[in-house]
């Protein structure tokens, strides 16, 4: 089994700071894109920012200068720092990663639970 647990949301006012979690456990033989999407009641899931296992970042133009995409390899654990949070960044967070499981010849993406993430005005 592989589980991604993420952590770090709340409420927060405009103009303040979040920082997410996300920990990778099972069996894994290896990871390689990790990343975080968001999803807004009535809304589609949007990419947030990615990261690949080199340390490449990805980020979507509405958080570019604001959030921070970070990894622990060794950890398997990804972050995402939230700075200059606005009302239109709520949205539940979600950590998704691209896993190849011991045992397994392929990949497949794997998706947490969820976190909520309110920024009031």
């Known amino acids: 089994q592989v589980q991604l647990v993420e952590s770090g949301g709340g409420l927060v006012q405009a103009g303040g700071s979040l920082r997410l979690s996300c920990a990778v456990s099972?069996?894994?033989?290896?990871?390689?894109?990790m990343g975080w999407y968001r999803q807004a009641p009535g809304k589609q899931r949007d990419l947030v920012a990615t990261?690949?296992?080199?340390?490449?970042?990805n980020y979507a133009d509405s958080v570019k200068g604001r959030f921070t995409i970070s990894r622990d390899n060794a950890k398997m654990a990804v972050y995402l720092q939230m700075d200059s949070l606005k009302p239109e960044d709520t949205a539940v967070y979600y950590c998704?990663?691209?896993?190849?499981?011991?045992?397994?010849?392929?990949?497949?993406?794997?998706w947490g639970q969820g976190t909520q993430v309110t920024v009031s005005s």
């Open positions: 099972g069996s894994i033989f290896s990871i390689n894109v």
């Open positions: 990261i690949t296992n080199g340390g490449i970042t």
């Open positions: 998704n990663a691209n896993i190849r499981r011991r045992g397994w010849d392929s990949w497949a993406p794997y």
